[in-house]
C-alpha cells in the first residue's frame, strides 16, 4: 500500500535571531510531518519557537536552513515554502491558509458577516458565504451576524476568528494559543469548537500551545525546546 503522504514536512529548519553581538538558535534542526486531516500541537514554554515556527509555515518569516514543504490542497504536490516570492506568498496564505490568533484579529469597523465575507471576497470565493453561515450557527453565532466585534466576549469573538480561518476551506489551519487570552471555562469551550470545525472540514491543523490540557486535544504532539 502507498504510504500516506503528508499534508506539511519538515526537514532540518534552523531559525536564528541576531540581537547585537548575540545569535540566538530559536529552531535549531527541527523535523517533523503533519498528515492529512491530522491536529499536531507545538508545545513548549515561552520562548521555544512556537510563534516562530508557525511564522515560517506561513511563509511571513524565512528560515536560515531547512524545507517547509506543505500540500496546497489534497490533489496538489507538496510545494517548498521557503522558497516562495513575496507574490506567491500572499497567494499561498490567502488560499491555502486559515490563521486564528491569540488576540482574535477581527476587523474592529466590521460585522461578524462582513469578517468573514472579506476573505472570501479576496479569494473571489463568495459562494462559500452560504457555508460559511451555517458553520457560524454551529459555532452558536447564527444571531450575531450584524454585531460587531467590541460587542462580542472573547470567546464568542474566538469563535468568529475560527469561522473566519474555515471559510475558504484552506488545507491549513495555523493557531497560535487560541485561547490563550480566555477565561477556563470559555477557553475548553473554544477548544473544543475549534477541534471539531477543523475536524469537519478535514482539515490539517498545526496548533502552538504552552497549555499541556489543550495540547492534549491533539492526535499528536511535538515538542519544542529552548536552546541556549
Ligand atoms: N524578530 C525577532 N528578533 C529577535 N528575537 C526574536 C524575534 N522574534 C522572536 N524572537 C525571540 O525568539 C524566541 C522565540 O520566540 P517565539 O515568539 O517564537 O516564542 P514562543 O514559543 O511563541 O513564545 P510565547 O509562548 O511566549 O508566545 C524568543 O526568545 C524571542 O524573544
Ligand atoms: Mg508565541
Known sequence: MKPI??????RGLVKTYRDGENVRRVVDGLNFDALPGECVALWGPSGS???TLLNILAALLKPDAGEVLVRPSRTEELIAVHSLTAAQATRYR???????FQFFNLVPTLTVEENIR?????????KNWFDAKARL???GLGDRLNAFPEVL???ERQRVAIAR????????VLADEPTGNLDAGNAQT?????????????????LATHDASLAECADRRIDLVMHS
Open 118 to 126: 472579506l476573505p472570501l471576497a479576496l479569494n473571489g470565493m463568495e
Open 165 to 172: 480561518a474555515l471559510a475558504h476551506r484552506p488545507s491549513i
Open 190 to 206: 473554544v477548544a473544543a469548537l475549534l477541534f471539531e470545525a477543523v475536524r469537519a472540514e478535514g482539515a490539517t491543523l498545526l
Open 49 to 51: 519557537g512556537k510563534s
Open 5 to 10: 503522504s503528508p499534508a506539511v514536512s519538515v
Open 94 to 100: 490567502r488560499r491555502c491558509l486559515g490563521y486564528v
Open 137 to 139: 450557527g454551529r459555532l
Open 153 to 155: 466576549s472573547g470567546g
